[in-house]
């Protein structure tokens, strides 16, 4: 469990390719503090299990699911990204539930400055927008951030100039592509709203909601 704040940016300093998977050595010194082998790191938000370690980076397993639903695969030596160690018990919680299992993608459709802030317009699927609210949470790249605007094709965040010192936005451009991981609450909300099996045929209902007391 993450809570969407970045502790470092690290950069990519060798990915070795399989033919559809990838092990990623990504350099970085802060959060090697305390980790160990198995322990997990999010990579641009991605949950990433360290698989070994040295004074100055660790490595990482990307699978092909993981390649298939993140950018993890577009990243090459040099790149930039966000990391952060798992939340630990006695930690606080200045961000929101962040799991680290991508959602989906996006691309970066437009950067503006307004005054102090600036603005990133995100454009994603349908399937990623339905879970994204007006002054909800989202994660993009692991960065834990607070919807401004969202329509039917995009959402937009604002963003202090201190975010984008301390993390990698600074280096997205338009059409950059992006991780998303939406609140995770929206989509246990929706599951359990979904009526068992034996009741689909039915479905939610002023009849069942009358019988169980909520009318």
Known sequence: ??????????????????????????GCGFVLEGSRIGDSIAVNGVCLT?????????????????????????????????????????????????????????????????DNAIWYQIKTAPGVLRYIVEKGSITIDGISLTVAKVDDESFSVSIIPHTQKMTNLSSLREGSLVNLETDII???????????????SGGLTEDFLRENGFI
């Open 1 to 26: 469990m993450f809570t969407g704040l970045i502790e470092e940016v690290g950069s990519i300093k060798a990915i070795r390719r399989g033919d559809s998977s990838c092990v990623l050595t990504i």
């Open 50 to 114: 360290v698989t070994s370690l040295g004074s100055t980076y660790f490595t990482a397993d990307a699978m092909p699911e993981t390649l298939d639903r993140s950018s993890l695969g577009r990243l090459a030596a040099g790149s930039p990204v966000n990391l952060e160690r798992a939340m630990p018990a006695d930690g606080r919680f200045g961000g929101h539930i962040v799991s680290g299992h991508i959602d989906g993608t996006g691309t970066v459709a437009e950067i503006r400055r307004d």
């Open 186 to 200: 929206g989509k246990y909300v929706e599951k359990l709203m979904q009526p068992a099996p034996e009741e689909r």
